[in-house]
């Protein structure tokens, strides 16, 4: 068992970005891949400055898109280390979008994803712990405790057979869903 333990801000990490018009979708919004694909990055950075090895990215939990982002905006990712596992760790990603311009900020996003440490033969490896220094960071790691249990519970869910297709079919009927059986 490794006896090593990392502060919270040890990793912390803020990440901005010019949205530049080749992010754009065909609305002339900043297409979503690209601010996943920035999520993935700053999730990386802190995760690998925590565990000092290579991480992988194993769930994303959490993301939703509350507003647009413009072309020309600057988006500020901040990231931290918010509850470490075994050979896994949650980073907790906040996402604001800057208007330079109007000199406002919008709150685009708040997700989790959980990383997982591996080293030079890919096999899973235990990461430091982590040193809580506020309340703010005890409170986070409760809830990426609570967070893993949820996730895990829901994946056990997800992966349970359906046997009983008669009640799902008049569940289904009775919450009026929008489809038809057509067979
Ligand atoms: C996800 C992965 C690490 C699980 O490996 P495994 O040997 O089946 O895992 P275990 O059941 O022993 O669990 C290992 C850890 O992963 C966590 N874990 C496993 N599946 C998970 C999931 N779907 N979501 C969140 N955490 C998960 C477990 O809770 C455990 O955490 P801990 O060590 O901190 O307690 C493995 O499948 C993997 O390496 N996937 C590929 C990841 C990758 O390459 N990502 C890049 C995408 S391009």
């Not at 869910?157 to 008669?166: F, I, R, T, V, Y």
């Amino acid at each position: 068992m490794s006896q090593e333990f990392r502060s919270v801000t040890f990793s912390e990490t803020t990440l901005t970005e010019l949205m530049i018009p080749a992010y754009a979708n065909f609305g002339g919004k900043v297409h979503g891949g690209i601010l996943l694909s920035l999520m993935d990055k700053i999730a990386y950075a802190a995760a690998t400055k925590h565990s000092g090895m290579y991480c992988v990215t194993v769930a994303v939990e959490g993301v939703e898109f509350l507003s647009p982002v413009e072309v020309g905006d600057l988006v500020t990712l901040q990231a931290s280390v918010n509850y470490v596992g075994r050979s896994t760790m949650i980073v907790g990603i906040r996402v604001e979008s800057l208007n330079p311009r109007m000199s406002y900020v919008r709150h685009t996003n708040s997700c989790y994803f959980t990383m997982a440490a591996k080293n030079d033969d890919g096999e899973l490896t235990e990461v430091p712990g982590l040193i809580l220094e506020s309340e703010t960071h005890v409170r986070r790691f409760y809830e990426g405790r609570r967070l893993k249990l949820i996730s895990a519970e829901k994946r056990k869910m997800l992966k349970a057979p359906l046997d009983d297709l008669k009640s799902a079919i008049q569940e289904l009927e009775l919450g009026k869903e929008r489809m038809k059986i057509n067979f």
